[in-house]
């Protein structure tokens, strides 16, 4: 079982680069989101989404884009990246965003930006 | 105040020592709680699912939810190198937050 798919893995960029992060999950889970996790704060939200089509802000959306063409897959998209976005990024999914709202996550993309 | 609390640690013990984790939080709408156990370099993995106050065990690993207290707690008996990872909180009203993590390390 694959679960929840990310790459890359790891990625360096200079200022102002723009990239794709991609994930993809086969659970057939409605309910889609992004994550950063950065030392002494934790996991913040940055864009969710509860079904193809469907797109909210989290708690941290700045800088960041997102899409939801397919159930499957939910790339976040860094326009223009700065040193301040330098982080792990973790996708999550889940069955739903409500009382049944446990997360699978992906192994992350550890992300540098020069 | 933040709205969940969790000391992040390190923690060490010996194994076989029981492991005692807790988070505090200030939002007493939450109605779901929840432990992730996040090994190095991996993403978080749900390890248990409570609601309401009272005790859940499975197998090794105890949650425990005191609302009345604003206070959660997650033991792990009999704790095993394998145990060696960080431990996130998190609780959910209509929507999710998690506690910043508390590394454990448990030496042979």
């Known amino acids: 079982n694959a679960g929840v798919t990310q790459t890359p893995k790891f990625q360096v960029l200079k200022t102002g680069q723009s990239m794709t992060l991609q994930c993809a999950q086969d659970?057939?889970?409605?309910?889609m989101s992004w994550y950063r996790q950065d030392p002494g704060m934790g996991l913040r939200l940055i864009h969710y989404?509860?079904?193809?089509?469907?797109?909210d802000q989290g708690e941290v959306p700045n800088g960041y884009n997102v899409s939801r063409s397919t159930t499957e897959d939910f790339p976040l998209r860094l326009l223009s990246a700065a040193p301040s976005q330098t982080s792990v990024y973790f996708c999550?999914?889940?069955?739903?965003?409500?009382?049944?709202?446990?997360?699978?996550f992906g192994s992350g993309t550890q992300l540098s930006v020069l | 105040q933040k709205e969940v609390e969790q000391d992040p640690g390190p923690l060490s013990v010996p194994e076989g020592a029981i492991v005692s984790l807790n988070c505090t939080y200030s939002?007493?709408?939450?109605?779901?709680f929840m432990w992730y156990r996040q090994y190095s370099r991996k993403g978080p993995e749900l390890l248990m699912y409570t609601y309401s106050s009272g005790n859940k065990e499975d197998g090794r690993f105890t949650a425990q939810v005191d609302k009345s207290s604003k206070y959660i707690s997650l033991f792990i008996r009999d704790s095993q190198p394998s145990d060696s990872a960080t431990y996130l909180c998190?609780?959910?009203?209509?929507?999710?937050?998690f506690g910043k993590g508390n590394q454990v390390v448990v030496i042979p």
């Open positions: 998190a609780m959910k009203d209509d929507r999710l937050a």
């Open positions: 939002n007493s709408a939450f109605q779901y």
């Open positions: 659970m057939n889970h409605e309910y």
């Open positions: 999550a999914s889940s069955y739903s965003r409500g009382v049944d709202e446990k997360l699978f």
């Open positions: 989404s509860v079904g193809a089509g469907i797109t």
